[in-house]
């Protein structure tokens, strides 16, 4: 980072920490960079086993939406029947607010880690089937018939040929569901739960901790933020290998 960017840093601190001091915005509304770091200092520890107890809910939501929307779109994609009829099915479910559904998990998993899984899968599953039977659905047929043509197993076609230009739409799928899987963690949190970092926000907001909450806020942005970068570390090793398969070609 430039000096530069470093004094906007702390200009903006400055600007911030000046507009709780002079009560320009009540502490019900804002709080100051003091005041987050005196939460921190106060219930750090707390907020640090919150944020284990997330990261495992979003690590495991994720795994399982990624597994069933790839498997879902790659078979969706491949046959054309179910296509036909997987698609609409699944536009018009993911059109449903799922947020009316999060009832429903709680009837059925209780208001413990489960639940929120459960609802934050959900919310990743669509975007990521979708994507991912379109991209493959979208190819010109005849790569399909190139790979027979050549000896190509099943197998060999779909991870060799098909997967490999269908990734620019996989990889979008796979961002939009990500994001969804980790927003779904936290409102799940936040609704209903035991404990994470959307549990401890909805709990200082309740008691007007405004300190707590906004550094809530800011474990969740780093939760956001560092699944963001695997993705991105994921996604530079699929490009690798799309452009391994695409060279052997």
Known sequence: MTIRGVLVIVIILGMWEAIRRFNIVGPLLLASPSEIVDALIASGPEFFLALRFTFVEIATALAVAWILGLGTGIVAGMIPFLNATAGPLLSSLFAVPLITWYPLFMVWFGIGMTSKIAYAVVSGFFPIAINTMNGIHGL??????????????????????LLPMALPSIMSGLRIGTALVVIGVLVAEMLASLGGIGFLISYYRSIYATGHVYLGILFALACALFTNWGLSLIERRFTHWRDLQVGER
Request: hydrophobic share 40%; proline share 0%; aromatic share 14%.
């Open 140 to 161: 010109d047929r005849r790569y399909s018939v190139f790979a027979e043509a050549i000896g190509c197993s099943r197998r060999q076609a779909i991870f060799r040929i």
